[in-house]
């Protein structure tokens, strides 16, 4: 507890004063925060401290007669109290006794105290004053709403769903994403020509993995260059339009200068690990870029994977998609990303639900993905506004990446005509190969 505090929130009225109604409030004014929490000791005097220490702290001058809260404070205006608690679901060191309470929590809070700056967004809603809060130990931040005053201060995508597949000439179906393999230790030129065949064999996006950066054994610049010839290569051939997807992820003050080479080499569209960089760096691309912009997910299981504790993985796609990206790449349906299949759900629909002006972004779940899995995962979306983002599905397929790609337009052609991938399989050995080793694999 800070110094003063104490003294500011001992008795009663207090503690009201970090409590309200909805009617109380003009909403269009506060973002609304819900949060899962374990208070020790007395709920409201704990919660009233969760308000205090995100929003005005020390709320009056000693020796004034003045109140910041009514402008300027944080406000629960819902509670619901879930049950006591044993001990708490995590072993964080703190010094309050009590009993303890799991409750879910919604917090009305004043977006003036901010403004729409990301940063400073999230320093108030997760930062010290949150996860910092005398007899709150155990904290998950689980949504934000936003009030249509605060997103119309954003542009969001420039691209988005619509964007994307204008450039790409692709309606009516998933957009087939695929990363490159070897994703790690390929020369340019081999990158290259790896790309050119999953092109050619119906691919619309070939894309460098999330782990290749500008390095000295394959620069940005050269491979750039490389994978942009190529493209074009293979739009000519092929007669359809090709994206080109380059990792741009750096430090923040060569962005834009990555930005410039891909994209003057050939790359129309652009890859950021957005949580790593931040979200403000990537509002900023997404202001300067005249190309699409996706964003991988580094990062986001470290602060999300815990059921009762950190961020929920729905508040950074819906906070990314606010930032500008026209494409989220996210964890998809499987064991293999340990992320629950509802979860995964929640993440795609913030990326197509209404918000506001903000354009749709195209969620791409993804996660050892194949032309064995499509049908599942288009099911599981619910619609064809996805990205399908197979690695070794395409690259890791015995006949190569050319028949790696037709394997899954194969799929889809197999899926659009309500016939089994068995029964398609048997004209197409592209995706008999698929199907042959998932046999011989059980």
Known sequence: MREGDEALLMNTDDIRGFFASREQLDMADYLTLEYYVECVGDIETALAHFCSEQSTAQWRRVGHDEDFRPRFGAKVIGLQIEGELEQLSYPVQHSETGPIHACRVTIAHPHRNFGPKLPNLLTAVCGEGVFFTPGIPVVKLLDITFPEPYLNAFDGPKF?????????????????????????????????????????????????????????????????????LARIRAEKETGEPKVYLANITDEVGSLKEQHDVAVRNGANALLINALP???????????????????????????????????????????????????????????????????????????????????????????????????TV????????FGFVPGRGI?????????????????????????????????????GAMVAGARRSH
């Open 277 to 375: 960089v931040g979200l403000s760096a990537v509002r900023m691309l997404a202001a300067y870029t005249k190309v699409p912009l996706i964003g991988h997910f580094p990062f986001i299981a470290a602060f999300s994977r815990m059921e009762k504790y950190g961020i929920h993985s729905r508040v950074m796609t819906k906070l990314q998609r606010l930032a500008g990206l026209d494409s989220i790449i996210m964890p998809g349906f499987g064991s293999r990303m340990m992320t629950p299949e509802e979860e995964v759900k929640e993440n795609i629909a913030e990326c197509l639900q209404d918000f506001g002006h903000i354009r749709r972004s195209l969620p791409v779940p993804g996660g050892s993905d194949s032309a064995l899995t499509l049908e």
């Open 160 to 228: 988005g769903i619509e964007g994307i597949r204008d450039l790409l000439k692709a309606y009516d179906r998933p957009i087939f994403f695929g990363v490159v393999k070897p994703n790690i230790g390929l020369s340019p030129a081999h990158f290259a020509e790896i790309a050119m065949e999953s092109w050619l064999g119906g691919l619309d996006i070939a894309k460098d993995d999330e782990m290749l950066a500008d390095v000295e054994w394959s620069t940005l610049a050269e491979r750039s260059r490389e994978l942009g």
């Open 395 to 431: 690259f890791g397929h015995p006949m190569g990446p050319k028949a790696g790609a037709a394997s899954i337009r194969q799929a889809w052609d197999a899926i659009e005509k309500g016939v089994s991938l068995e029964r398609y399989a048997e004209g197409h050995p592209e995706l």
């Open 378 to 385: 288009y099911r599981k979306v619910g619609s064809v506004d």
